[in-house]
Every structure is written in C-alpha cells, then in structure tokens.
C-alpha cells in the first residue's frame, strides 16, 4: 500500500471509530437535578484523543504491514510517550488507551523481526542444540523452579497464595486437558466435578469428621462417578451438542448444590472446613482439644505461612500426579485411542475401537481429577459456596487448554501463569487490569493462532537413541 | 459354491433417512477370494460395503460372516471378529506419526505380534518404513492409501473391505496399490471385498465381481467374463482407462 492509501484507510478507520464513540464517548447524560431532569456532558476532547490515536494506530499497522519498519516503530514510541508524558489528557484512562496503543503498534512492528531472528538462530547448528536442549530441560527446570520456590526471598504470604492458586488451575488444565486437548470432547461444564469434590470433601469432613487424605480419593472417585453418569447418556453427540449439554449439566449441578439447602446449606456455604493435615498433626497456632500442631510437632515457632507452603506442596504433588498420570496414559492404547478418537471418530469405529468407552473412560478420568482439585480448594479455603463454581470458572480452565496449545501439558502451564497470573500482577492497574488481561489474551491468539505450545510430541517413536520428549 | 461363504449378504435394504439406497441386494464372499463391486456414482457401492461394518444398519435382509448374523451388531463388534475396513477417502490419522496410525491399527491385535507385523507393512511398502515419523497429514496421497492399507493389515483381518482405494491417485499409483493388493491376498490369504469406480484395475484384479446400479446388483461372474461384457464395457470402461 501507498502512504495516500494507507492515510485513506487510516481515515476511514478514523472516521468509523469517530462515527460509532461520539453516541458513547461524545455525549454522557448527567443528571442535573430532580427538577430539571437529565441534561447532555460533552466529552469532545476525549473522543478526538481516541480518533487521533485510532488514526494512527491504523496508520502504524498499515506501514508496519508494508514492511516500513522504522516509522511504524517511530509512531509507536511516540504514542508509548504521549501516554507515559505528564501532558494532562481529559482522563487516565486515555493515558493507557495511548500507551497500550503504542504498545501493540512497536509489537507488531518488531515481530516480524524478531520472529525472522529466532528462525534463523535455530538454523545455526549452535541454535538447533540450544533449542533440543531448551525442550528436553525447560519443564525440568520450571519443575525445579517449583519445587524450591518456598526457600527463595520471593516467597511471602502473597507470593505463595498465588502460586496455589496458579497450580490449582494448572491441575484442572491437566485434567481438563484429557477430555478436551487429548480425547477431543469439548467440555464447557468442567467446574462441576471442581464442585462435586469441593463439596464430597467439605459434607464428608463437617458431618463425618473424615480428614482430608481419606476423602480426597473418596471425592475423586465421586467425581469420576459423575462423570459417567453424564457421559452416558451424552457421549453420543459431537461437537456443538456435547458442548451445549456439558454446559447445562455444569448449571444443573451449581443449582442443585445452591437449592439442596438441608444438604448443601444453599447459598450460605459451608464454613470451617478442616485444612489438611500432616501425620494428624494441624495447622493452626493453638491446638484443638485431643490433637498437637504441626509447629509443636516439629518444635519450631508457629508462623501462618508453614500453611501456606503445606498446602503449595500438596497442589504441586496433586499436579505432578495428574501430569504423569496422563503422560503414561498417551503411551498405552486407551490413550492412545483418545487421541486417535480426536482426530477420526470414523476411522476408529473401523479400527474395532468403542468410541462410547473411550470418551467415556477420558470423562471420568478428567472429572477425577477435577474432583481431587476440587477438595484440595475446599481444604485451602476452609470455606466454600456455589458461587465459586459459576461457568466462568469452566471457560478460564477452557481457555487455559486452548491458549496453551490443545494436548501440550507444558503449555497448559504457562497459559494458567498467565491467565490467572497476570490478573493478579496487574491489581495494581485497577479497573484496567482486565483490559491489559484481555490484550494479553488477543495478543496470544493474534501471533500463536494454535496455542503457545502448538508442536505435538509423537507419543513413542521408533528409534531408541531418540527417546520421546516430555512433551 | 459348496463350501459356506466368509461373508454372505442376502436381500439387504438400506435406507437414508425415507431415501432408500440399497434395494435387496445379494452377494456372497468365499474365503480367499478377491471379489469387486464396481458402479457408477450414486449406485450404492459404498452404502453396501459401510452396511456391512453396520453403520448405516440394513432395515432388511442379513450380513453374515461365516454363518453367525452381523446385521445388529456395532462397527466395532464387527471388527472384532477379524473384518478390516479401509474406508473411502483414507482417514488416516493426520496429527498421528505414521507408526502411531499402524500402532492404531494394532488396537485389536495381540500385542506379541506387533513387531512382526509392523516389519510385514513396512516390507510391503518401504515408503512408510522410510517415514515412519513422519505425520500422517504430510504424507502425498498414494503412501496415506498404503498407510490407510498397512493400518488395516495390523488387526490381522481375516477379510479385508477397501473402498475405492484409486480415489484420486495417479495412474502409477493405483497400478502399485492393486498390485499389493493381489498380493494381500494370494501371499498373505486374505479375503477381499473391493469396492471400485476404476472397473478397468478391480475387475482384472477379482476372481468374481459384481456391478451394482441404482441400489441392485445388475450383473454378476468372473472378473475377466465382466471385464469382456458389452453392457460393463459400454457403461464403465468406454472413453479409455487407467
């Protein structure tokens, strides 16, 4: 495109934005009294900073798309500035508008090179051993990483609240992965095994006095249980359908938990659900009648975090399980009929494979898992109600799986730090840290269109010398 | 025919849905036979080989497999009992190396077998020995056939069902693949059950064949006696062939 062109197209896209923001952004209506009723606030000059940055945004895209490195580069530094400057724009928020514009703009226009630049460095014989090297011990290292997090300076109160929540998710990305990256059955409704062993552990350890390590493979098992009892009749429908009635299946059991009242206590929750314990002994500064804490036990002073670090150790164990269990499970033939029933339900029908069977055993082993995170989360909270497992919390763990690249176990990790990391990291951003979230998010689909981690480790492979990755 | 039949089709109907695509077709299969069913487009051909596997299920008449009664049973039930099916169009497994999809192929076998039969496909057709890492996806058209084939031979079927194996080859090609096929059958005694457009390549292949036309069996006899036959020759083989 010509820069006439290019300034056309930025123009029209200008005067769209300019023609859609003067309704929402132009005019607000204030109320300017009872007795006067409503009246009309211009806003010009905001929606002009908008059209302005819009235009050249446009403009920069257009020139980054025509190879025209430097200025598009140039425009964006210009609009990080404008942004970042202590000039008075009408709000904050068009600060950010501007900034995060720039932002996208010296991204594009960077990618291209930098994505040329890494090609061609793996090219290099050098490169090509570094990137071998980079796979095989990346997910040793980040298991590494993991494992001694609770002994480096980083790991306060807050530090360590975060990383049980990310390995939650990092758990129920694994688990969903099974049904949804591995065995291909999309599932919408997955927070209702979350729910179902959230719930089994919090009735079974208030009413019965269970302890945690005795329920939690109770509350896997009731999990799995329901998960057959939806796959049966459901495993028939493909696709769009399976979808829609896993979405409603993951309503039904969020209403029947909230209306169960004499059960479930209803919308209240249930409160002072037991933590998990070591070898009997609890977590807590004073003993409860009949048993010693775990600080008396080890004879070191009480400190709240010992809690935390607990509980990080047995989500991190809880996910390791789950990630190897599935890794073995690719290996045998029933996983590796999920995979093969992913990609040709017909072709495994002519196999002698039972497509009923094979969706059904990656169900329940999916919900399993679920349903052990799920007590974990009953445990960590101590307190729970159905307002923790809202449809939202499917699509997060959905999006979880599919932004880190269907069936790639490292990168459902990397996908749940960013997904529910970055929420967190950006608090201080405000109002605006979903909308920084959500760029994060368009900003992964645009340059990783399959996921961050697209590649697919063969399962096995001929040759011993070149043993399978960890996928 | 004195002997009983591998696979025994009698009066089948089939329909979609209210159309009706088979109209009582019979059809019988001896062991270690090569028989073809060839037809024009539209003609039922693979609407009979996929109502043998069950899926879509004849509303009349009866499959047989050695005597025991096929009609009601599930595709996979079918498969259990020594039928292998290379379906229209491959579907191959595409994100699947190549020795996945064989492995795939393997579901139903003994797993001591495996080695051996893994070396039987890749010395009847070296290509796949050659790209056994390889995804299936990336493979050209000819090696998915022989791959969708070797998958097929990993269950150790006592019949083998191929439907269309030429569709969309180059002539060359569909020239190998029915070479190994005869050679299936003659160095391995497979039974094969073969549905064709190309009547040119299946009917010099097949000890019998069959021409189906609107859902019924129009003609039937030795391959080379169809082969000879105005009425075939006229329908299915004038205007040149591969």
Request: with cysteine.
């Amino acid at each position: 495109m010509r820069l006439p062109a290019m300034l056309k197209d930025a123009g029209l896209t200008a005067f769209v934005a300019a023609a859609l923001g003067i309704f929402i952004v132009g005019f607000r209506t204030v109320d300017v009294g009872s007795s006067k009723g409503l009246s009309f606030d211009y806003h010009f000059a905001d929606l002009a900073v908008a059209v302005v940055t819009i235009f050249l945004g446009r403009l920069g895209l257009s020139l980054a798309a025509a190879g025209l490195r430097w200025p598009a580069i140039a425009l964006g530094a210009v609009m990080v500035a404008a942004g970042a400057s202590p000039l008075t724009l009408p709000s904050g928020f068009l600060h950010w508008f501007v900034a995060l514009g720039g932002v996208l703009l010296l991204i594009r226009a960077v990618w291209p090179w930098a994505n040329d630049a890494v090609t061609l460095a793996t090219r290099t014989p050098s490169g090509v051993a570094l990137k071998d090297a980079g796979t095989k011990w990346f997910g040793w290292l980040l298991l590494a990483g993991a494992v001694l997090l609770p002994f480096t300076p980083v790991a306060d109160q807050k530090t360590m609240d975060l990383a049980v929540l990310i390995l939650t998710y990092v758990m129920l990305g694994w688990g969903l992965n099974i049904v949804v990256g591995l065995a291909g059955l999309l599932d919408l409704g997955y927070v209702a095994f979350y729910a179902v062993g959230a719930y089994a552990y919090a009735l079974l350890s208030t009413q019965h006095g269970l302890g945690f390590w005795t329920v939690l493979p109770l509350a896997g098992m009731m999990a799995a249980l329901f998960g057959v009892l939806l796959g049966f009749p459901v495993l028939r429908l493909r696709g769009d359908y399976l979808a829609i009635v896993t979405l409603g299946f993951g309503e039904i059991i969020r209403l029947v938990i909230l209306n169960w009242v004499d059960l479930t206590n209803g919308p209240a929750g249930i409160g002072s659900i037991p933590g998990p314990t070591l070898f009997g002994a609890v977590f807590a500064e004073t003993p409860p009648a009949g048993k010693q804490t775990v600080s008396q036990m080890l004879g070191i002073s009480f400190d709240g975090i010992h809690r935390l670090i607990f509980l990080y150790y047995i989500i991190l164990v809880l996910a390791l399980i789950t990630n190897l269990f599935t890794q073995r499970m690719r290996r045998l033939p029933v996983g590796r009929a999920w995979e093969a029933l992913r990609e040709d339900e017909t072709a495994c029908r002519a196999l002698g494979i039972n497509p009923t069977n094979t969706k059904l055993t990656a169900f329940a082993i999916g919900a399993m898992f679920a349903g052990f995170a799920g007590s974990f989360f009953a445990a960590k909270q101590r307190f729970i109600s159905p307002e923790s497992f809202v449809f939202i919390e499917s699509a997060i763990i959905l999006a979880i799986v599919v932004l880190g690249g269907m069936g790639s176990q490292i990168g459902v990790v990397l996908a749940a730090v960013l997904l529910i990391g970055l929420p967190e990291w950006f608090r201080d951003l405000g109002n605006y840290r979903m909308l920084a979230f959500g760029l994060a998010m368009v900003l992964i689909m645009v340059f990783r269109p399959r996921g961050l981690v697209a590649h697919r480790e063969p399962s096995l492979r001929l040759h011993p010398n070149r043993p399978a990755g960890g996928g | 025919m004195a002997e009983q039949p591998m696979l025994a089709v009698a009066g089948v109907t089939t329909f979609y849905g209210a159309i009706q695509a088979l109209h009582g077709v019979d059809l019988e299969v001896a062991r270690g036979e090569i028989v073809a069913l060839i037809g024009a487009n539209g003609a039922g051909k693979s609407t009979l080989l996929m109502t043998i596997c069950g899926s879509p299920r004849a509303s009349g008449g009866a499959v047989r497999l050695d005597g025991e009664d096929i009609t009601a049973l599930p595709t996979h039930e079918i498969v259990r009992r020594g039928v292998a099916q290379v379906p229209e169009g491959r579907r191959i497994f595409p994100r699947m190396s190549v020795f996945e999809n064989l492995q795939m192929g393997a579901t139903l076998g003994v797993p001591a077998h495996f080695a051996h039969d893994l070396e039987r496909v890749f010395t009847m057709f070296p290509r796949l020995a050659e790209r056994r890492d390889q995804r299936g996806g990336t493979l050209s058209g000819g090696e998915q056939q022989m791959l969708a084939i070797g998958r097929a031979l990993m269950s150790r079927p006592r019949l083998l069902l191929l439907d269309e194996p030429s569709l969309g080859l180059a002539p060359l090609i569909v020239r190998q693949i029915f070479e190994v096929i005869g050679r299936i059958a003659r160095e391995e005694g497979v039974t094969i059950f073969l549905v064709e457009q190309n009547a040119y390549h299946a009917l010099r292949l097949a000890d019998r064949g069959y021409v189906l036309a609107n859902g019924r069996v129009r003609l039937s006899g030795a391959g080379r006696e169809l082969l000879a036959n105005a009425e075939v020759r006229a329908a299915y083989l004038e205007g040149g062939h591969a």
